[in-house]
T-cell receptor, first 112, second 107 residues
């Protein structure tokens, strides 16, 4: 089975703090994604990566950055957390283009 | 206009009912579509892939209408455990998700 692991499931951070969300997949997938999901807005793509050290902006990259130093790991960074970044963050991976995407269990971030 | 649009519902149906959701998409070049199921406070999980005109898996049938640019999901003999949010997804380099349709199956 494909396994996408988000190590931090529930976090509470203060405004202005730097936040790291880690994601690891074990299926040697080329593509990795970070989404956030908010009620009524659905999943919105923040950043994605097709390969190591590669990154592409999604639909809402402002306030976020990412790092992909190894194929299996894709990190989302909030340089200075703000309250409007309180959300559920979902990491996902897939192989190739147009193929099934597999999600991690999600990270619930609250910024106070 | 959103790239992928779904009726948010909720659809409230009795056990055993047949229910159908529609989803419209804007990218006519897209070759693949997916239906995902998401339970409350859980991650989305793949329900069905749709690459050609349709797909069937047990009580679930997905159909693709390229001319009208919509995908449908039909659930027959609804179970209580089918209660969830169903996400329509347009495939491609970047997957585009609909906001989801809420289904509540009641006894």
């Amino acid at each position: 089975d494909v396994k996408v692991t988000q190590s931090s499931r529930y976090l509470v951070k203060r405004t202005g703090e730097k936040v790291f969300l880690e994601c690891v997949q074990d299926m040697d997938h080329e593509n990795m994604f970070w989404y956030r999901q908010d009620p009524g807005l659905g999943l919105r793509l923040i950043y994605f990566s097709y390969d190591v050290k590669m990154k592409e902006k999604g639909d809402i990259p402002e306030g976020y950055s990412v790092s992909r130093e190894k194929k299996e790991r894709f990190s989302l960074i909030l340089e200075s957390a703000s309250t409007n970044q309180t959300s559920m963050y979902l990491c996902a991976s897939s192989s190739g283009t147009g193929n099934t995407i597999y999600f991690g269990e999600g990270s619930w971030l609250t910024v106070v | 206009r959103k790239e992928v649009e779904q009726d948010p519902g909720p659809f409230n149906v009795p056990e055993g009912a047949t229910v159908a959701f529609n989803c419209t998409y804007s990218n006519s070049a897209s070759q693949s579509f997916f239906w995902y199921r998401q339970d409350c406070r859980k991650e989305p999980k793949l329900l069905m892939s749709v690459y050609s005109s349709g797909n069937e898996d047990g009580r679930f049938t997905a159909q693709l209408n390229r001319a009208s640019q919509y995908i449908s999901l039909l659930i027959r003999d609804s179970k209580l455990s089918d209660s969830a949010t169903y996400l329509c997804v347009q495939g491609g380099n970047k997957l585009v998700f609909g906001a989801g349709t809420i289904l509540r199956v009641k006894s």
